[in-house]
Each structure stands twice: as structure tokens, then as C-alpha cells.
């Protein structure tokens, strides 16, 4: 039996119960092998009074110490956030907070292994919690903790410690660990950790009849064809892209599941391109209907700006729905034939090119899900409970 005490930032609360699902559903298959104890952390910030009084902040005053999960133990230190500027030195003022949590559990139950869940700012946190404690070290990395923490000057170095500090790390695809090694991380220490995927849930439906059910529940017309976009409404997801290419297809209906920030912008670019009654903005979409709604789609898009290896991409495949992606992250590790999809640079004209070629040629939804058939969270818990085995015994 292996101790972890295992910190992430991105992880449900009772104030924010949708964030970190992903995180969630990967250790609730690690705590269900039963050779693997884990204590999970997830440090709540909350910024100086009178910012804490604002709506995205002011809920997270519920969040109590401690929370239950599936009936796994989770602590919630609070930190002081500072908005906007204060992303670089967040890992300092998370070890503070986590620290006194984790020594006096560490007292109670030895830990052996202090792992992170993302490379930041969840992995320098970690490194200094680690380091008081005097236990190994293992991270994380799954996209954006890289890709753009890496190319800020006060949040580099503390990477490249963190990961100079580690007994093991974790990409979640192959060319992640690519860009990991190229920012100067250890690469004999870095192994790719594929997302799992729960196959109960995601799987092939008859898109024919999916669409009568989506249509009914969503409002969306059964009669075009239908184009998915999940994810948070944020810029760097790329909606505005799928947007514009709509313009291009005139016999298509787009669907954005999720809620954000950008929710305004976005309609005022469909507005701009004249699409405003085929763009459908479903905003948070419960967890029993995505399943439907892309297994319903002809094409998933998801123009994002960077990704490492995108569950939802394996959850589209899943359910039998093709993908339009840039080439970022894992795409080629998935995207192994035609039957998966097509890469398309970020640009509407590519994009709807992309998605036009598809629909000309649609795959059978079969062949599409063979590409998910190799993930599952049973396959990522047990490699995980490997990792951390081999890092326990030295």
C-alpha cells in the first residue's frame, strides 16, 4: 500500500462541484484499486476583501475545510489569490496554505510520495511541501501548465526546479513530453499518462435518434447538419473560429456547450457573421446529456489554441463523432487515420474545408470509436498506481 498525499488546484468542490472532473474521475479509478491510499488537497484562493466580495469570488467563502468525494477525504486550505497579476508567485502562498494541512496528516499516517496533479502552479507548491516533509516528489503535466506557463519568465524557472526536484514526472501525451524535455525537464524522468475514458457513458448511439432526443431537450433542429463545440467560452478554446466557419456552411448548425466570459463576444461574432440562427448556445451542459449531444454531432470542432492530449477528444471518438483539431498536443496521437477526423490549421477558411471534406465523406460511427477503444480509467488508475509503486520503492 502506497501513501500519496496529491495536490491539485482543479479538482470539485462543494462551491464549484464541475471544476477538475477529469482529475476526479482518474483518482476515484485509483482509489477503487485498493492499493493505493490517497489524501486528495485542493487549495481554495480567495483574494483580499473588498475582491472577495465579487461574484466569482464571493461562493468560494462556503467552501468548508474539508469535503467528502465519492467517499474519499478531501482538504481545502485557503490561500490569498491575487487576481490578474499574481499567477507567477501563486505556488509560494499554496505551500503556506497546504503545508501545516499536510504535516499534520503526515504525522498522523506517514505519507510516502507528494504528487501534483498539474506542473503549475500545483508542481512548485508540491516541490516546497515535499521538501519540508522530506518525501519524493512526482508531477503532472497536462497541456497548459506548460505550454503557457512555460513561456512566462517568472513562472519558467520555478518549473524547471520543480521538475529538477522530482523523482517522476507525467505528460499526457508523447508530444508533450516533447516539449517538456525541450524547456530543459529531465526526459528520462518524464512518462506519458494517457487519459482514461469511462465507456459506460460515452459510446456509440444511433445519431439518427440522438438527434430526435437533443433536439427535443436542446432545442437544436434535427435537419442540419450538426457541428459540437465543447468547453469553457474562453478565447483561447477558439469558438469565435468555429463561428466564422460557419459562415462557410451554409447546411450546418453549430452547438457550443459551455458557459464563460466570452458568452457576449461570442454572439456578437455570430451576429457579425450573419449566423446568429445557427450558432445554439447551450451553456453548461448537464453530465448525462454531452454523451448524447456528441454522439448526435456529424463533426466535433474544437479550434483550441493548445491542448496536451484533450479528454473530450476521446470522448467525442467515443461516441462515434469525428473531430476537426488543429495539430497541437497529442492530435496525431489520436488522430491515426481518416475514420478519426481531420487536422485543420486555425483559421475558418481551413476549418471549414475540414469540415466539409468530412461530411463528405462520413465515417461509420464504429470505425470512428475504435479510435477510443484503447482508454479507459481502469488502464490510467493501474498505470498510475505503477507509477507511484516504483517511485515508493526507491
Known amino acids: ?17 464541475g471544476f477538475g472532473k477529469f482529475v476526479a474521475a482518474q483518482m476515484r479509478g485509483v482509489a477503487a484499486r485498493g492499493d493505493v491510499e490517497l489524501v486528495m488537497v485542493c487549495p481554495i484562493g480567495v483574494p483580499i476583501w473588498p475582491l472577495s466580495q465579487r461574484e466569482r469570488y464571493r461562493h468560494l467563502a462556503t467552501c468548508p475545510p474539508v469535503s467528502q468525494l465519492d467517499g474519499a477525504t478531501v482538504h481545502h486550505p485557503r490561500f490569498r489569490l491575487v487576481p490578474m497579476i499574481g499567477g507567477d508567485s501563486n505556488p509560494g502562498r499554496i ?28 508542481g512548485p507548491a508540491a516541490m516546497l511541501v515535499a521538501q519540508a516533509l522530506g518525501l519524493p516528489l512526482t508531477i503532472k503535466a497536462r497541456g497548459s501548465d506548460i505550454h503557457y506557463w512555460g513561456t512566462r519568465t517568472r513562472a519558467l524557472p520555478q518549473l524547471r526546479k520543480a521538475a529538477a526536484a522530482s523523482a517522476g514526472m507525467l505528460a499526457v501525451s508523447a508530444a508533450l513530453r516533447r516539449d517538456m524535455a525541450a524547456l530543459g525537464f529531465p526526459e528520462e524522468r518524464i512518462a506519458v499518462h494517457y487519459t482514461g475514458l469511462d465507456h459506460a457513458r460515452f459510446r456509440p448511439l444511433a445519431r439518427g435518434q440522438t438527434r430526435v432526443k437533443i433536439a427535443a431537450e436542446l432545442g437544436i433542429p434535427e ?31 453549430l452547438a457550443l456547450a459551455g458557459g464563460g466570459p466570452d458568452l457576449a463576444a461570442l454572439r456578437a461574432v455570430a451576429a457579425r457573421f450573419g449566423v446568429t440562427g445557427r450558432v445554439h448556445f447551450l451553456g453548461a451542459i ?18 483550441s489554441e493548445r491542448e496536451g492530449l484533450a479528454n473530450v ?8 463523432a469525428p473531430l ?47 479510435h477510443a477503444a484503447g482508454f479507459s480509467w481502469g488502464a490510467n488508475a493501474a498505470q498510475l498506481a505503477a507509477f507511484w509503486q516504483a517511485i515508493a520503492a526507491g
Open 324 to 370: 476537426v483539431i488543429p495539430d497541437i498536443g497529442g492530435a496525431r496521437e489520436v488522430m491515426k487515420d481518416a475514420n478519426a477526423g481531420r487536422i485543420a490549421e486555425r483559421d475558418p477558411s481551413a476549418i471549414a474545408a475540414a469540415v466539409r471534406d468530412l461530411l463528405a465523406h462520413p465515417p461509420a460511427q464504429e470505425a470512428v470509436a475504435a
Open 313 to 320: 477528444w476521446i470522448e467525442a471518438l467515443a461516441c462515434g
Open 286 to 303: 448537464g453530465h448525462d446529456v454531452m454523451p448524447f449531444l456528441m454522439a448526435a454531432a456529424d463533426a466535433v470542432v474544437l479550434p
Open 1 to 17: 500500500m502506497v501513501r500519496v498525499l496529491s495536490i491539485s488546484t482543479l479538482f470539485p468542490s462543494p462551491p464549484q462541484p
Open 223 to 253: 435537419g442540419p447538419q450538426l457541428l459540437v463545440t465543447p468547453g469553457n467560452l474562453i478565447a483561447i478554446k477558439g469558438q469565435a473560429l468555429a463561428i466564422a466557419a460557419l459562415a462557410q456552411l451554409p447546411d450546418a448548425v
Open 95 to 122: 505551500a503556506r496554505a497546504v503545508l501545516p494541512v499536510a504535516a499534520r496528516l503526515h504525522a498522523e499516517a506517514p505519507f510516502d510520495i507528494v504528487d501534483a496533479q498539474f506542473f503549475f502552479p500545483d
